[in-house]
């Protein structure tokens, strides 16, 4: 079992960078491939990015190439993701998801667990 905690939400301009967090629990952290989805009200969640357990492959959205970016730190059971040159439409609640030996997929189904989602909103 792994809980999921999401943090680093809020409001941000447009252009801007943004960084969020997820930490979390569990001493098999190091297995999970870490992934960050988003979803805005009526809409399917969307995959962002993924990064995977073994060596580090990461893999982003087209949406969202060249601006984001995902990191891990085993030692401290955490993943990153770093959001630049912002836009509007970047606004969603945003979700970190794990996937047991997983091999970096797009499909949200593919993920065994997920934080509580933190909100992040753009303006103009």
């Known amino acids: 079992q ?14 801007g960078s943004h960084r969020l967090s997820c ?3 569990g001493r098999t952290f190091s297995r999970y ?3 960050w989805f988003r ?8 995959f962002v990015v993924a990064i ?12 969202v190439k060249g601006r984001f970016t995902i990191s891990r730190d085993n030692a401290k059971n955490t993943v990153y993701l ?3 040159s912002l836009k509007p439409e970047d606004t969603a609640v945003y979700y970190c998801a794990a996937d047991l030996y997983g091999s ?7 993920y065994d667990y997920w934080g509580q989602g933190t909100q992040v909103t753009v303006s103009s």
């Open 2 to 15: 792994v809980q999921l905690v999401e943090s680093g939400g809020g409001l941000v301009q447009a252009g």
């Open 23 to 25: 930490a979390a629990s």
């Open 33 to 35: 491939t870490m992934g």
């Open 39 to 46: 979803q805005v009200p009526g809409k399917e969640r969307e």
């Open 52 to 63: 995977k357990w073994s060596g580090g492959s990461t893999y982003s959205a087209d949406s």
């Open 82 to 84: 770093q959001m630049n």
């Open 104 to 110: 970096g997929s797009s499909l949200a189904a593919s």
